[in-house]
């Protein structure tokens, strides 16, 4: 891509001269965004660092707040061309050159999908030239270095984080993780939040770290439990090949509020705050971390957050690797939390495709609204009957958790045309007792799932009612036990609803027995036909 786009040495007129240049007779030179990145600058205000480039050389600027809209509608972009025309530019007391644009106007002719040359830094150049060249090594003797006496007892530990009250040496910032409860979650987790420390504890503190969890009965769960603090330094998060994007900004800008307490607070998932003590161990250490279908999903999302892109690409390559029919659930639960809407269309997907296949106590854990879209997704693959034994199975788990709304839909007849037998009659008192709770009446609905139960056990009338009943009245335990029924499942409906299954049922064992009497009567014509041919040919068929 041709440089001649771009304004020669456009990046040296921008810092030309300390203060605000505005107006037609300033230089308004074209450069070109090749890096934007978001920085929180408090709870309700974010802030946009770009890098802007003239091909040749580069300097990272701040875009001011009221431009903010045209980064979040995607008009001011990674390799957008720009002519900027309001600008300040400004060198601290301790060096530090800030330059910030507040008025640009958006090229539209150019439009490169890549970036323009191969620029440096400006600021580095210019570092260079002031910098003195060290010829101490011709007036010294570099031999001389060895009368040094080092002793290997003397080598500090490296730095290290740590979390609790009390910080590792020469901590300088606080990270306090609060945990995202949320309703769902039951007493009994939250509970034990509190003794589930981190695996990391003996590595980082001993047996200080954690104590904080043990408070009083009487406190509020959130100010011990919900709450960890970890202890950092800024300079091993900001700077090295695994540091953090995030941090590296928001340590340069010390005006701050963070900065009064030295303290960042960041809300995260239960999962991610879980898994946060190995995203600290990759930053501090050169180890690998030990990725999960329960951990990576959460580790992506906070390599995203924290800008860690390295990272990023570990957790999105073992996802890939790792993602299969076992693990799909898993990642479903946690794409849902993490609104990663690729991972959760791939996960519905593949549960939809060979959900004959799941294990029933996976299945089971999913929430309802999951389960939900697995039977709306044109990819389900499964017989009927196969179907309404995993929608029984979900039902009794689930308990109240599944209304009339997700039965109808996860039981439309385009899925589940037949209800299998042994699914009938507990099926019929799901669906009875959804009616009930919703206070809706569909005795007259034709082919809802009620309909769908009686007929199946009209049809199955000798296992579902007869065989039931004739177990129970008989006398003999023998018997009883070879039919095999221990109650009768049907009693527990509705009086009406009963009626009507015996009356069917009747009628069933009705045209049953006359079906059989026909045939009976048929056979009898038939022996007495051959035994008048066999009259007649003198013939016998006794």
Partial sequence: MSSSML???????????????????????????????????????DVYWAILSDGTNSIEVVISTHLSHLVQSGQLEEYTVVKVKTYQYNVTDDNIHIVSISEVEICEFANPEEQIGKPVSILDTLHKKDSVKNDGDHYFNLDEDDEWEYDAEDKEEPLTWSEGDEPSNFCDWTIEVQRIVHEQESDTALKNQGEDNSKYNNKHGGGKRGKENNSSKNEEPCTTSNVKCYHVHKAILSVGPRRSDYFATLFKQSHLSEFATNTSHIQLEPSAADSFPALLDYIYTEKMIKFSAKNATALRHLAHYFGMRPLWKQASAFIRG??????????????????????????????????EEINRRTLT?????????????????????????????????????????????????????????????????????????????????????????????????????????????????NISRILGASSL?????????????????????KVELDDVKAELLFREEQVEEFTKQGKSTGKSFE
């Avoid at 020669?8 to 965004?33: A, C, F």
């Avoid at 990642?331 to 959900?355: F, P, Q, T, W």
């Fill in 365 to 477: 854990k999913l929430s309802p609204s999951s389960f939900e879209r697995i039977f709306a997704s044109p990819r389900l693959k499964c017989r009927s009957r196969k179907l309404s034994d995993i929608v029984l199975k979900y039902c009794q788990t689930q308990g109240g958790s599944v209304d009339m709304s997700l039965l109808m839909k996860c039981t439309r007849s385009e899925v589940m045309p037949s209800v299998s037998r042994k699914a009938a009659l507990p099926l019929l008192k799901v669906a009875v007792a959804g009616e009930q709770k919703a206070g809706v009446d569909m005795s007259t609905t034709h082919n809802v799932l009620r309909a769908r139960c009686v007929e199946t056990c009209v049809e199955e009338w000798k296992e579902t009612l007869a065989k039931p009943l004739m177990a129970l009245e008989c006398r003999d335990k």
């Fill in 489 to 509: 499942e049907h009693r527990d409906l509705p009086l009406a609803i009963q009626v009507e299954l015996l009356e069917k049922a009747l009628c069933a064992a």
């Fill in 7 to 45: 304004t020669t040495n456009g990046i040296l007129d921008l810092i030309e001269s300390e203060g605000i240049k505005s107006g037609r007779h300033v230089k308004q030179p074209t450069l070109q965004i090749t890096n934007i990145r978001r920085v929180p600058a408090n709870a309700l205000t």
């Fill in 322 to 355: 790792d993602f299969s029919l076992d693990t799909a659930a898993t990642y479903l639960s946690e794409a849902i939390v993490y609104h990663d809407e690729k991972l959760e269309n791939a996960s519905i997907a593949i549960l939809a495709e060979n959900i």
